[in-house]
């Protein structure tokens, strides 16, 4: 079974500054690409940034510059640095984990269950 489980979430204030972590825990072969997804009230959930095995990464326009994702491929875990901290940045951090079972040809989606992240003086 496999397990996604965030971490780092809290009140911070405006221009401030958050880093997340989302571990992989569990029995599995791979791990593709690994994203940060976030949902804020009365929104849906929207892709923040996403990286691959090898280290290439992709991200929303309105994060460039101001996060950034990164991954540590041994501990099984990926890093979400946020600066400059913007009231619109509140909301539900998801992490997503593409595993790839033994066995399997194709990998599947597996979902934390989210740490909330506040914005606010």
């Known amino acids: 079974q496999v397990q996604v489980v965030e971490s780092g979430g809290g009140l911070v204030q405006p221009g401030g500054s958050q880093r997340l972590s989302c571990v992989v825990s569990g029995r599995f072969f791979s791990i593709f690409t690994m994203g940060w997804y976030r949902q804020a009230p009365g929104k849906q959930r929207e892709l923040v940034a996403a990286?691959?095995?090898?280290?290439?990464?992709s991200y929303a326009d309105s994060m460039k510059g101001r996060f950034t994702i990164s991954r540590d491929n041994a501990k099984n875990t990926a890093y979400l640095q946020m600066n400059k901290l913007e009231s619109e940045d509140t909301a539900v951090y998801y992490c997503n984990a593409q595993i790839l079972h033994s066995g399997s040809a194709s990998p599947v989606n597996y979902w934390g269950q989210g740490t909330q992240v506040t914005v606010s003086s």
């Open positions: 990286i691959n095995r090898g280290g290439s990464t």
